[in-house]
């Protein structure tokens, strides 16, 4: 039973480009969560997206923004690229538009902005 | 608004020492709250949680104690191992149902466990 996938695994892109990572939930998981993690950071909540739709947002500018695919699946869109989105960018996905189940994080898309 | 503050790594230890790393949480109500194990080149794995105050999460011989009165959720083992190295988060999460939630992270504490 695959977990979480995530894709690209390592990008690099130069500054005022655009992005966009995808990721797939575990099998039965319906609703998926975007972090960026900075190097020697915590993970930072980017937003949330349950039944096609963004249900919470956390502090990013709308230069981040996403989707969620009737399969659930999941991409993060990035606009305008700064050296500061340089960082570890993990999907989460669980069950029911709730995080009382137990989140399952995929291991990572690594962005680097030249 | 919500934060949780850990104690700055790294720790560094040798095999069979006692492990402590402080969580302690600001927040308005009483969340649940989580540990999580970051391994090298690999996603946040949970390692236990406690949704109540006295509750206690345990795995693999680490535990953890939700303290109401003292907000905080320090994680403890009695015995690493080198497998053991890792950098370990220290989170909290509103249960809103149908709202959308979101975990909130302290920043890290990397544990490195010497032979």
């Known amino acids: 039973d695959a977990g979480v996938t995530q894709s690209p695994t390592h990008l690099i892109k130069t500054r005022g480009q655009q992005v966009t990572l995808r990721c797939s939930p575990k099998?039965?998981?319906?609703?998926v969560s975007w972090y960026q993690q900075a190097l020697g950071q915590g993970p930072q909540f980017i937003f949330q997206?349950?039944?096609?739709?963004?249900?919470q947002r956390g502090n990013f500018p709308d230069r981040f923004s996403g989707h969620q695919f009737p399969n659930y699946s999941s991409e993060l869109n990035v606009n305008a690229l700064l050296l500061g989105d340089s960082a570890l960018y993990l999907c989460?996905?669980?069950?029911?538009?709730?995080?009382?189940?137990?989140?399952?994080f995929g291991a990572g898309s690594r962005l680097t902005v030249l | 608004g919500d934060s949780v503050t850990q104690m700055e790594g790294p720790v560094t230890l040798s095999e069979e020492a006692f492990l402590t790393i402080n969580c302690t949480y600001t927040?308005?109500?009483?969340?649940?709250l989580f540990w999580y194990v970051q391994y090298p080149g690999e996603g946040l794995q949970l390692l236990l949680k406690?949704?109540?105050?006295?509750d206690k999460g345990s795995n693999k011989g680490f535990e953890a104690t939700y303290r109401k009165e003292t907000t905080s959720f320090h994680l403890e083992k009695g015995s690493v191992q080198v497998s053991d190295s890792a950098v370990y988060f220290c989170?909290?999460?509103?249960?809103?149902?149908?709202?959308?939630?979101?975990?909130?992270f302290g920043g890290g504490t990397r544990v490195l466990v010497k032979p």
């Open positions: 989170a909290l999460i509103f249960v809103i149902k149908a709202a959308g939630n979101k975990l909130t």
């Open positions: 997206y349950y039944e096609e739709e963004e249900r």
């Open positions: 406690a949704t109540k105050a006295d």
């Open positions: 927040a308005t109500g009483y969340p649940s």
């Open positions: 099998s039965g998981h319906d609703t």
């Open positions: 989460a996905s669980s069950v029911g538009g709730s995080g009382a189940n137990v989140l399952t």
